[in-house]
């Protein structure tokens, strides 16, 4: 399918302000990502959630982003003052994101229900990868989070067989998962996740800590 999409040579190329056209232009810049947003359900809880953050939602097709781009529009004109640090930008995020993401400028990735790729030779092409972690930790800043959610079980076992032998990221406490309102958001109200809640399967996750370099071993 034709992913053949624009982008900037680096993010200082980028304007965000279109994006954030409410937002001074020194917030413009994304703070919390969600990779392969779908819908936008979790784009725009955490724009409320997170009142703070510039929240970005990121998905590869035009139509479902083009939806999210019109919610988000819908929203800023029925709840004045709210959603404007909330958007959507079409991207293939496994081939652009540090092409838009200044290094250490995020707080927080979401990756929820990514596409499985079941077949073995298929396996490239999931979001979680060696290659792939070491560009979300180069675009986290130390001790920022990435959260990992899917209802297939072998997905979920790879994203920990994957995570956990990068020296970049460290599992986040069960504690610290539980008293985190994002964890919670992202179990609730995504749009997969509502799928998966009516078919009645299980959510398996994650959160992982991007750890300062004086960590890693
Ligand atoms: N996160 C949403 C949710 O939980 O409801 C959507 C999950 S859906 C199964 C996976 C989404 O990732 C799809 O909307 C798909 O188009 C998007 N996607 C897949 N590969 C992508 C890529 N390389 N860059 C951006 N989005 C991608």
Request: glycine share 4%; charged share 25%; aromatic share 10%.
């Amino acid at each position: 399918f034709n992913d053949n999409l624009t982008y900037p040579t680096k993010p200082d190329d980028f304007d965000w302000q279109p994006y954030y056209p409410e937002l001074p232009s020194s917030s413009s810049a994304p703070t919390v990502i969600d990779i392969g947003c779908g819908f936008g359900g979790l784009t725009v809880e955490l724009s409320t959630l997170l009142p703070d953050a510039t929240v970005l939602g990121l998905e590869i097709r035009a139509k479902v982003c083009e939806y999210v781009r019109l919610r988000i529009m819908s929203l800023r004109e029925t709840e004045k003052g709210n959603y404007k640090n909330a958007a959507c930008m079409r991207s293939n995020t496994m081939k652009n994101l540090v092409n838009y993401m200044h290094p250490n400028s995020l707080n927080k990735i979401f990756i929820c229900f990514p596409d499985p790729h079941f077949k073995a030779k298929n396996h490239r092409r999931r979001i979680v990868s060696y290659d792939l972690l070491t560009e979300y930790a180069y675009c986290l800043k130390p001790n920022a989070l990435l959260y990992l959610i899917t209802d297939v079980k072998a997905l979920h076992e790879w994203h920990l067989e994957k995570t956990d032998a990068h020296e970049m990221f460290a599992r986040l406490s069960d504690d610290a998962m539980e008293n985190d309102p994002c964890v919670k958001a992202m179990i609730n109200v995504t749009e997969e996740g509502k799928k998966v809640e009516r078919s009645g399967s299980n959510k398996y996750f994650m959160v992982y800590r991007r750890l300062p370099e004086e960590e890693v071993a």
